[in-house]
């Protein structure tokens, strides 16, 4: 059964690029939350998505936007790239009604 | 506020010892406070979880200890061994309808079993 996958694994971007991040979400979840994780600190919830609608959101500015498509999997999109922008970007999936929070093992965003 | 404090940032033990992490928040609204352990270049697993109506749960090496009147939680990790060094985070959640879990992670503590 695998859990959540992301891709790419490792990105470098130039500042003022755009960005696609990628998250196939575990067999059986409908729900994919994302989450910045800068480096030496805790994750940051970004966004939630369920029904291919955005449900709750961070204090992250409108450069970050996503997608949620028909079979669950989700995108993360970040326009204007800041040098801040750096860091690991993990995404979770989780059953709206039944829980079960899993983490994939994120893409390593580098923005120079 | 939303805020989760941790400490320490890091830790280091011995090879058998007790390894203490301590939380608080401030958000009354929180109703599940999970711990999460993170090696590197990997995504954070979920340890152990704990709700505010229980004061303690423990799983094998791991409790947790929960108090509600102080907005204080803490992991406890008896006997140590060096495979448990890795980055722990406690977090506190809420949960709205129609929306699943998001959660409010503390900074870390970078734990370091000696052998």
């Known amino acids: 059964d695998a859990g959540v996958t992301q891709s790419p694994t490792h990105l470098i971007k130039t500042r003022g690029q755009q960005v696609t991040l990628r998250c196939s979400p575990k067999?059986?979840?409908?729900?994919v939350s994302w989450y910045q994780q800068a480096l030496g600190q805790g994750p940051q919830f970004i966004f939630q998505?369920?029904?291919?609608?955005?449900?709750q959101r961070g204090n992250f500015p409108d450069r970050f936007s996503g997608h949620q498509f028909p079979n669950y999997s989700s995108e993360l999109n970040v326009n204007a790239l800041l040098l801040g922008d750096s860091a690991l970007y993990l995404c979770a999936s989780s059953s709206l009604f039944q829980g079960g929070y899993t983490f994939g093992s994120g893409t390593r965003l580098t923005v120079v | 506020q939303q805020q989760v404090k941790q400490s320490p940032q890091s830790l280091i033990v011995q090879k058998g010892g007790i390894s203490i992490i301590n939380c608080a928040y401030e958000n009354t609204a929180f109703d599940y406070f999970p711990w999460y352990q993170q090696f590197p270049g990997k995504g954070p697993a979920l340890l152990i979880a704990i709700r505010p109506d229980v004061s303690e749960k423990k799983e094998g090496r791991f409790t947790i200890s929960f108090n509600k009147s102080a907005k204080q939680f803490s992991l406890h990790i008896m006997d140590s061994q060096p495979g448990d060094s890795a980055t722990y985070f406690c977090?506190?959640?809420?949960?709205?309808?129609?929306?699943?879990?998001?959660?409010?992670f503390g900074s870390g503590t970078q734990l370091t079993v000696l052998p």
């Open positions: 998505y369920y029904e291919e609608e955005e449900r």
């Open positions: 067999s059986g979840h409908d729900t």
């Open positions: 977090a506190a959640s809420t949960k709205r309808s129609g929306s699943a879990r998001q959660l409010t």
